[in-house]
């Protein structure tokens, strides 16, 4: 059985993304308040396998979360991509006139912004987990309350779905990366079946040098799609750049990383994996 920590609760979307992506193991999970808890659950256990959201269609990057992915170690081993439908939840002998107050995460709530405001009537409130307000409001019994969240989360707490599919967006997907301590990641992910990378570099403080490294990607002929810059602490206007590359070709992608390592300061492949299909 593996153990996989995520930040949240049960029916939480961290904790459909494990089920989807460990669709055919026994999986116990480990539920943590803040991303910060899941890097420190792996580092007091090697065994322990983390899953968390590192960008939304909508909302976008979670710009902390690399950050803690780079200063843990950790390499990562798989990505999942899960379509966020969000639903409306109360107890069950609620109804529409009874809702006085609405309850969840600020990037659900961000999602749902226009349900919201075509119903002006509620009181919004922002709450640190989707399933987490939804659980509250089970467990209080909390009357002329709903959260916002996952449908699954009816079944799970014993709640009433007024509305389903309330998201502004319906091609609103969140990418979730999987990672393992190094001595671990082996044992989960086959490097013949990476199609994907993702590494993080610096570049020196002139003119040109991101547009060369960019230049000798495109001629080894591998897809960026994704590139990411985060300031460096403490030296002003020089960052650290979080890139993806999907390839065909493991040796050329290879070859690739060999010729822009020169160009750069501290390369670090984050992992090298297969990448994620978007799950309805």
């Not at 983390?50 to 843990?72: D, M, P, V």
């Not at 779905?161 to 609103?172: A, D, F, Q, S, Y």
Request: glycine share 6%.
């Amino acid at each position: 059985m593996k153990r996989i920590a995520i930040q949240g609760i049960e029916g939480s979307f961290h904790d459909i993304a494990a089920h989807q992506f460990f669709d055919d193991e026994d999986i116990e999970l480990i539920c943590c308040s803040t991303f910060e808890q899941v890097f420190q659950s792996m580092a007091s256990d090697q065994t322990i396998i983390g899953l968390a959201a590192i960008e939304n269609t909508i909302a976008g990057s979670l710009l902390h979360n690399y950050e803690l992915l780079l200063q843990s170690g950790a390499a990562i081993v798989g990505e999942h991509k899960l379509r966020i439908k969000h639903s409306i939840l109360c107890l069950p002998d609620d109804d529409w006139a009874d809702i006085r107050e609405v309850h969840s995460h600020p990037v659900a709530l961000m999602q749902c912004r226009e349900f919201l405001e075509q119903h002006e009537q509620f009181k919004v409130v922002e709450a640190s987990d989707t399933a987490g307000a939804a659980r509250a409001i089970a467990e209080g019994r909390l009357h002329g309350q709903a959260a916002i969240g996952s449908s699954q989360l009816a079944e799970l707490y014993g709640l009433k779905v007024l509305e389903e599919g309330i998201e502004t967006n319906k091609h609103n997907f969140t990418r979730f990366l999987v990672f393992s301590a190094p001595s671990r990641a082996n044992l989960l992910r086959k490097i013949m079946e990476a199609d994907k990378s993702s590494i993080v570099f610096s570049l020196p403080h002139e003119e040109g040098s991101l547009s060369q490294v960019l230049s000798i990607l495109s001629f080894y002929k591998l897809n960026l799609t994704k590139i990411q810059s985060l300031p460096i602490i403490g030296r002003e206007w020089e960052y650290m750049f979080y890139v993806d590359l999907q390839f065909n070709d493991y040796t050329r992608y290879s070859q690739a990383i060999d010729a822009i390592r020169p160009l750069t300061s501290g390369l670090k492949i984050l992992g090298e994996y297969r990448h994620g299909k978007e799950r309805i």
